[in-house]
């Protein structure tokens, strides 16, 4: 048998050819940032830094005068946990007002409780949760959501430190419409330096803005917005005097 070549005119097409790959705009739903994560033990897995511009562990520590003003205009009754402590710039100014306060901590930052992973609690340690949680690569998502899920059984309020930008976003949409804040504080300066060190700031960091958003089980109107000053003096007694 002799074999020879065969000519391109003589090859069959394929019976069922492909369809050419048409482009479409993704729906909200589909947008997805890279690599979203919602467990510790995987934002973590190769090392304290979630990505090379991020601070280790995502230390962002809270300016006190923040915390200050959240005070000012909501009121705490019962205990405080705060799950993401850090070095305590939360939990300091919550226990100078006076309240029971809880501080743990994944990291040892020498302050509070830690290796203690906020994502693994089954129970919460204190009645309300008020902290600035991590945010890089779904972090963030994942401290509201199971602080929401653990105050369920508390009754408690749940407090965060969250980017302003964060709340207008396709992939958190629906979640802010099924769980819709009681209240929304833009704050006007507040900035979180990474490992609290300004030398370390990016510039993103600098511009970046802050709101405290509360959820309150007892509050069942639609969601409020108010402008909140870190610059104001707050009153000694705080919100909880009203
Ligand atoms: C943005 S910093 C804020 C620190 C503190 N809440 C404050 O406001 O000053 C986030 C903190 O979350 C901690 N952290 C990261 N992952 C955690 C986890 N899974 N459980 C508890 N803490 C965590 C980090 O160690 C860091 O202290």
């Known amino acids: 048998m002799s074999l020879r070549l065969i000519h391109p005119r003589e090859l069959k097409p394929p019976e069922t050819a492909p369809a050419p790959a048409r482009m ?4 909200p739903d589909e947008v997805r940032t890279t690599n979203l994560i919602a467990e510790t033990a995987r934002a973590f897995r190769f090392g304290p830094r979630i990505s090379p511009g991020r601070a280790p562990y995502e230390f962002y520590p809270t300016p006190p005068e923040a915390t200050r003003a959240l005070l000012a205009v909501e ?3 019962g205990s405080i946990w705060e799950p993401a402590c850090g070095e305590g710039h939360i939990s300091k ?3 100078e007002a006076g309240h029971l306060v809880v501080s743990t901590d994944l990291v040892d930052h020498g302050y509070g409780e830690p290796a203690r992973d906020f994502l693994g609690e089954q129970v919460a340690l204190a009645k309300h949760i008020v902290t600035n949680p991590p945010y890089g690569r779904g972090l963030g998502d994942a401290f509201v959501k199971h602080a929401l899920h653990l105050t369920a059984k508390t009754g408690g309020k749940v407090a965060m430190l969250l980017n302003i930008n964060s709340l ?6 629906a979640f802010f419409v099924a769980h819709p804040p009681s209240i929304i504080y833009a704050l006007d300066e507040c900035v979180c330096w990474p490992s609290g060190d300004p030398a370390q700031a990016t510039t993103t960091i600098a511009k970046q803005r802050y709101c405290w958003v509360v959820w309150n089980r007892d509050e069942k109107c639609a969601t409020r917005f108010a402008w909140l000053s870190t610059r104001a003096v707050p ?8």
């Open 235 to 242: 009153t000694k007694s705080g919100a909880c005097a009203a």
């Open 168 to 173: 207008c976003h396709p992939r958190r949409h």
């Open 75 to 77: 009121c705490f009754e």
């Open 24 to 27: 479409r705009l993704l729906r």
């Open 93 to 95: 100014v919550l226990l």
